[in-house]
């Protein structure tokens, strides 16, 4: 089993991103789980929402304290919240960042890179300027760096999923699996 | 067709396949998406029902009742304090035989002010004459709601069937949505048997003096009993039709277990692994799935923990003043039979506090542990016991 947790503010569509990658893995023939941490949720507030990937049905139904891989979808999260609490090792950190993967302090345990979602997500106008929606860049990114599936998959699970600007996102999508930038 | 969905969407593909005719509701999380995806089939054409908005939960129930009572088929979805607020409607709808179908969200009551998970609401309700089914998966979900009106339309009782609060409501997994074609054959149209007519009238909700209301309360109690082979036969017919069914209890690795876990809703899902893990490292341990409440399946509980030396009740409610509910129906139930291990009854994970494999495991250490439950409840995880 494969558990991902992915940290963002409310607002930015981490629990939107976990169902993406679950439907886009489920394309793939892999069951799923997706579920946002069970709480509330309060836009600019820290976030969690989780992904378990396996190829037998799911059956534990807890929140993922474990991680294998986490993805941060603002980097001020880093100084607020232990985005490496619990992650195994060599697990990846993805965060969504225009920096080098080398300029974040974490333990050389972990494997960490970055993507320029916020960027990316205002080239093709997702969300407002001031508060980008980052979630179907980051998700092209972490696909990329994990293998954990594929573009096609992901870019058909974007187009759905997405309540707006099916291509937009898809096109996000796309280059941000391009460009991320691995340590 | 095989779809990645939340357990409230699974209730709300459920309640289209059955062909609710009336769906009356009011929203409150973390039920709200169940009948907001509703009322979107509604607006799409795709849900030929009458969709009443109303100002409180004793309304929408109330409007069922009215509905059913004119022999629609009627639908609702409720949580925690929705429920509390419908309880007086809930005996009505009960008392009126009517078949209403109503999906709850299991949320804990405040105050402390909470939206996650916890029995104690649905369970509260055992006395009101509904049906209750507690359920572990997305497609248990959806199939029971199409269950649940086969059974509830023959034995003219109203049928609740309860899910976890965020735990399947807000969780997002692989549901297989069955064709229409399939549920119309499971399911014919409801036909009342007594209805509001105008054409052919008939008195409803009459005063009605002591030498005739018992007699009532005789028949509602029969209609319960029966409910129970109902209940097995219309699991049964779903497999023929779907290849999927549930049981009334469901009997996990029972076989030559000292110590049998007993669970509800979702804990069961993570017991299962917890089970598994045990077994590999030599623990004769097995799980029971406790699916129906009402009516309490007394001879199946009976029957599968014929060769347990312990149980463990694990419960995610508490009936003040005595103990976990599942605890306590267990208990009743062995007591009159052959067989009368001792009975653990714990208590975890109110107010939605997490329930890990951790959690489940450590419970069944314990009972491994101890001969005897040494307490009348035993509390998990709780920070000042």
Known sequence: MIEIRIHGRGGQGAVIASKVLAVAVFKEGKYVQSFPAFGVERRGAPVMAFTRIDDQPIRIRCQIYEPDHVVVLDPTLLEAVDVTAGLKEGGWILINSEQDPATFDLPARYRVATIDAQSIAIKYKLGPKSAPIVNTAILGAFAKATGIVGLEALAEAVRESVPLKPEENVAATREAYNSVVAS | ?385
């Not at chain 2, 229409?180 to 149209?189: A, G, I, N, S, T």
């Open chain 2, 1 to 385: 067709m095989e779809k990645v969905i939340m357990g409230n969407h699974a209730v709300s593909y459920g309640a289209k396949l059955a062909r609710a005719q009336v769906i009356a509701a009011y929203p409150i999380t973390p039920q709200t998406q169940i009948v907001e995806m509703l009322s979107e089939f509604w607006a799409e054409g795709l849900l030929d029902a009458k969709f009443i908005k109303v100002e409180s939960e004793h309304s929408a129930m109330a409007a069922c009742i009215g509905a059913s009572s004119a022999g629609a088929r009627a639908f609702t979805a409720t949580s925690g304090h929705g429920l509390a607020l419908m309880h007086e409607m809930l005996h009505w709808a009960a008392g009126a035989r009517l078949p209403i179908v109503m999906a709850n969200v299991n949320r804990a009551m405040g105050p402390g002010w909470s939206i996650w998970t916890e029995q104690t609401d649905s369970l509260a309700q055992r006395d009101t004459g509904w049906l209750q089914f507690y359920c572990e998966s997305n497609q248990e979900v959806l199939d029971s709601v199409i269950q649940a009106f086969k059974i509830a339309e023959q034995v003219l009782l109203p049928t609740m069937l309860v899910l976890d609060a965020f735990v399947l409501s807000h969780t997002q997994e692989p549901v297989d949505i069955p064709d229409q074609e399939l549920v119309d054959r499971y399911l014919p149209p409801y036909d009342a048997r007594y209805k509001l007519d105008p054409g052919d009238p008939h008195a409803f909700g009459a005063m009605v003096a002591p030498p005739h209301y018992m007699e009532l309360r005789y028949k509602i109690q029969k209609a319960m009993e029966e409910a129970v082979e109902v209940a097995r036969q219309a699991d049964g017919e779903f497999r023929e039709i779907f290849g999927r069914s549930y049981g009334l209890v469901e009997k996990y690795r029972l076989e030559d277990a000292e110590v049998v876990l007993v669970a509800s809703a979702t804990i069961t899902s993570t017991a299962r692994v917890v089970v598994d893990e045990l077994r590999e490292e030599g623990y004769k341990v097995g799980l029971l799935k406790v699916r129906m409440f009402r009516p309490f399946p007394t001879k199946d509980v009976r029957e599968a923990l014929a060769g347990a030396r312990k149980v463990a009740v694990i419960d995610r409610n508490i009936s003040f003043g005595h103990g976990g509910i599942f605890a306590e129906e267990i208990k009743s139930a062995l007591y009159n039979g052959s067989h009368r291990p001792p009975i653990f009854g714990f208590i975890i994970g109110l107010g939605g506090r997490d329930v890990t494999p951790a959690s489940i495991r450590g419970i069944a250490e314990y009972t491994f542990e101890h001969d005897t439950p040494e307490m009348e409840i035993i509390w998990r995880e709780v920070k000042n016991s």
